[in-house]
């Protein structure tokens, strides 16, 4: 595991896996601040390292009256706000190349959402940032063809790269993961697993993303006995009141109980 790769995290140093985890979407400060402090306590409790995740606006939305944030400047204020609280990393997706130099003055990775990852201009622009750049594979993508995307931030002068699995596309409306792409995925970066994304349903009738939660602890269970690197997954104190990712989201408080069970299969791999 290349801890390295992932800046502001060596003083929580360990054998286990790293976690990026979060609200889908931030809703304002108070939301955010909760959820990263009972994150960061569980993460200090079983010494994972780990980096707050949100979204500091939702640009892909299956319907125009979706929930797309409160503000950029704001929502990156926050995060920042975030990141020097707790003096934990924050990770935030863009979706422009203009995204790149205004978002990476505010957190520490830029995430490229799946749908993008193939827009070359945009991974560019957020590798020459000399930020941490966490590319998630495209649910229409083979994990062999990932290679290409690390390529383009490594020979763009940055080896800060991590890559995501996601789920792949099953059909119109659901999505599976295939875990053989961890291990050829970790050929080219490390790897992270996005537990709560793989379980969405999109293209649902009403326009509104499904998902299947009750699945979560089994995705992150495989994944972990495939000895992925880190785990990524969206977490609320309340789904149902989540803005953004509610059918498919963590409830904060069953998030310990995760943990302890996968730091029992990692040790299982180290052993």
Not at 43 to 61: D, L, M, T
Not at 82 to 106: E, N, Q, R, W
Not at 108 to 119: S, W
Not at 124 to 133: E, F, H, I, L, N
């Amino acid at each position: 595991m290349k801890l390295d790769l992932i800046p502001k995290i060596k003083h929580l140093q360990s054998k286990h896996f790293f976690m990026l985890a979060g609200p889908c979407a931030i809703e304002g400060e108070e939301m955010a601040m909760r959820i990263a402090e009972q994150i960061v306590n569980l993460s200090e409790k079983y010494k994972i390292p780990y980096i707050f995740k949100g979204s500091f606006k939702k640009a892909n939305r299956s319907r125009l009256d979706s929930f797309t944030g409160i503000g950029d400047e704001k929502a990156l204020k926050i995060l920042e706000k975030v990141g020097k609280t707790f003096d934990i990393p924050t990770v935030t997706d863009i979706h422009l190349p203009s995204d790149a130099p205004m978002a990476a003055a505010y957190v520490d990775v830029l995430q490229i959402p799946a749908f993008l990852v193939r827009q070359t201009d945009l991974v560019v622009a957020a590798a020459q940032t000399g930020k941490t750049v966490n590319l998630k594979k495209g649910q229409f993508m083979s994990p062999e063809s990932m290679k290409f995307a690390v390529d383009k931030v490594i020979f763009s002068g940055n080896t800060q790269v991590t890559v995501t699995e996601r789920g792949t596309m099953f059909g119109y409306g659901d999505l599976i993961v295939d875990y053989r792409s961890i291990p050829v995925m970790q050929q080219f970066a490390p790897v992270i697993l996005d537990i709560t994304h793989s379980l969405q349903q999109p293209n649902q009738t009403d326009g509104v993303t499904g998902g299947r939660p009750e699945l979560i602890e089994t995705i992150a269970k495989a994944g972990m006995a495939v000895g992925v690197d880190g785990i990524f997954l969206e977490t609320h104190y309340n789904p149902t009141e989540a803005q953004s990712d509610a059918a498919n989201m963590l409830p904060l408080d069953k998030l310990e109980n995760l943990l302890q069970k996968l730091i029992r299969i990692n040790e299982l791999n180290l052993a």
